[in-house]
């Protein structure tokens, strides 16, 4: 190889910053320049490597560039390792052949400055492609809401959003894919469920994710078809050959927007397939909701409900009705159910308006506080006047168990009034999911402890589980009506053996029943012949007023 001159190696320096500093950059310039200065020194290979991360480097996550490689480089020449001031990591490597003659300093000092300028470059480029990736991209490589606000906004400057759907999707039960493969194996399925979206959306839309397992998006209708059977529910592999497979579903929120439509603000999307994507979330079947009017007169009703709760709750418009229980051997009344009645300008409305509504924040907790103390009243009041007080449950919401102090503050608020423990019992609504069942544990034992009583509610409405009654030191099983024989049903009857087994086992371990819902005597007929002592329901008496079922109260007994 001949000596390289001053004039080519200026000449090649000037040409390279020109170059790599050209806007927009010229590729194939690029190469053929990279390719003629390997070929005059006599170099065998280059190669850059870019790693946004340290971390990423020693994983060997990153991007690896070669330009230049005539197969024959077999010695490192120069290696240069260079971190940027935002931590990512550059590294460039020439290579020799070691049969090649040695290079002299003033070529190695040469190809070194020359080098820098290269890795310059890269790490300019790779930067700001990263920055791109990080603006509109998560840490998991799924698009955010900057990639999808980009897309509707280009859309709309476009005249190009009319008659396209937009979409929110909330995955049905992830946690339990989680449990079921393995987190890791959760992150694949999810990653390929956000891919066959992707692919169903064919590059005439967009999908981004909101968070956890929740995403938003848009689509040309003329996909919706298979959009929809995505949503409805698909299988999705989390191996390389894809025969390990879950499947998927979501509730879908959509809304179609119409023709024409111009967005003034992002709420004018987000709002409609947010408020369509909370009632599919709500429905007891996977379901597809598509927004119309009437919702938003749905969502109005609910704010409206929340700010009347505040100023009822202070007003003291809630009242407490009582049901009682009754013992079917003898008729003795012997407990009761405490149960919410709102009464607005003397008309009472329905639990089932509001009840729903403030279960969807704290504020049922705050009512079943309400509850307790005006129950704690009364029991207080009984207790005073000589009455034979008898037990009182509450319903109280599993919202409250997250609260670690919660059975210190039931107990504060029983001692307020000098009412005796024994009096006292927590209705708690069944629950199936891990952190839940051990924090329900946690608060009926800690009850237990100073002598409340406890009930598991609505048993068998749910997905009930032994371990709830066999775990859980209960003192009362709260039979639903749903699982309580109708009528019509014979005796070798599904329902009429199911029942006989839960009231069984129930008894067997120690549980006291209270059978909900009784309305015939046809049914106190099977509950005699099943062993059920307690009923609550119509068959005796409705819920009533303080002062109605105070009359319950002297009267004692009901005619059996």
């Known amino acids: 190889m001949s000596e390289i001159t001053n004039e080519q190696y200026n000449s090649f320096l ?93 070529e190695i000092m040469q190809l070194d400055t020359m080098l820098r300028v290269i890795m310059g470059f890269v790490a300019r480029r790779r930067l700001i492609r990263k920055l791109e990736e990080f603006g509109f991209s ?27 759907a937009a979409f929110h999707i909330d995955l049905h039960n992830f946690t339990v894919v989680n449990q079921e493969v393995g987190r890791d194996n959760g992150d694949i399925v999810l990653k390929n469920y956000y891919k066959r979206i992707q692919e169903a959306i ?34 999705i592999p989390y191996d390389s050959e894809g025969k390990k497979r879950v499947n998927v579903s979501a509730a879908a929120g959509i809304y179609i927007l119409p023709i024409p439509f111009m967005m003034k603000g992002y709420g004018d999307i987000m709002d409609k397939i947010m408020m369509a994507g909370n009632i599919a979330k ?8 598509v927004y119309d009017d009437t919702m938003k007169e749905r969502i109005n009703h609910l704010k409206k409900v929340q700010a009347d709760f505040k100023i009822g709750l202070k007003n003291e418009e809630f009242a407490v009705f009582y049901q009682p229980k009754v013992d079917i051997i003898n008729g003795v009344l012997i407990g009761a159910e405490a149960l919410c009645r709102w009464i607005q300008d003397d008309k009472i409305i329905p639990p089932m308006s509001f009840i729903p509504i403030l279960e969807m924040n704290t504020d049922i907790c705050d009512l079943d506080f309400y509850m307790l103390e005006h129950v704690c009243q009364h029991l207080k009041k009984w207790i005073d006047e000589g ?42 609504t ?26 598991v509610d609505d048993f068998g409405v749910g997905y009930s589980s032994l371990n709830l009654i066999c775990e859980i030191p209960w003192n009362v099983l709260k039979v639903d009506k749903s699982i309580v024989p109708v009528d019509e049903a014979g005796s070798d009857s599904t329902s009429h053996k199911m029942f006989a087994h839960v009231i069984s086992l129930a008894h ?22 099943n062993n059920c002592r307690i009923v609550q329901g119509y068959y005796f008496d409705k819920p009533l007023p303080l002062e109605e079922f105070e009359t319950r109260i002297d009267r004692k007994t009901y005619e059996v």
Request: include cysteine; hydrophobic fraction near 40%; charged fraction near 30%.
């Open 508 to 529: 067997d371990i120690g549980l006291k029943c209270v059978i909900e819902g009784v309305e015939t005597g046809k049914q106190m007929e099977i509950l005699k012949k």
């Open 430 to 455: 069944e629950t199936t999911t891990d952190v839940l069942f051990s924090d329900l544990r946690r608060v009926v034992r800690g009850l237990q402890e100073q002598g409340i009583w406890t009930a």
């Open 387 to 428: 009455r034979e007080a008898i037990r009182v449950s509450v319903n109280f919401s599993r919202k409250h168990l997250v609260d670690v102090d919660l059975v210190d503050h039931i107990i504060e608020v029983i001692d307020k009034y000098k009412v005796p423990h024994e009096y006292i019992e927590i209705e708690l």
């Open 282 to 289: 709500q429905q007891a079947e996977s379901g597809i909701v």
């Open 14 to 106: 000037e040409r390279l910053v020109r170059i790599t500093h050209m806007e927009p950059f010229d590729r194939e310039a690029y190469v053929d320049l990279i390719t003629e200065i390997c070929y005059v020194y006599g170099l065998a290979k280059g190669v850059t490597e870019f790693y946004p991360t340290p971390m990423m480097e020693q994983r060997g996550t990153g991007e690896i560039f070669c330009d230049f490689d005539n197969g024959k480089g077999d010695k490192v020449l120069i290696k240069i390792r260079i971190v940027s001031s935002s931590k990512a990591v550059i590294i460039a490597t020439l290579y020799v052949n070691s049969a090649d003659e040695e290079k002299s300093e003033d």
């Open 138 to 164: 998560d840490l998991d490589g799924y698009n955010n809401f900057r990639a999808f606000a980009r897309y509707i906004d280009i859309a709309n400057a476009e005249n190009q959003l009319g008659g396209k």
């Open 202 to 235: 064919y590059g005439m839309g967009v999908v981004a994710r909101l968070g956890g397992d929740k995403f938003i998006g848009v689509y040309d209708r003329v996909f919706e078809e298979e959009i929809y059977k995505i949503f409805s529910g698909i299988p």
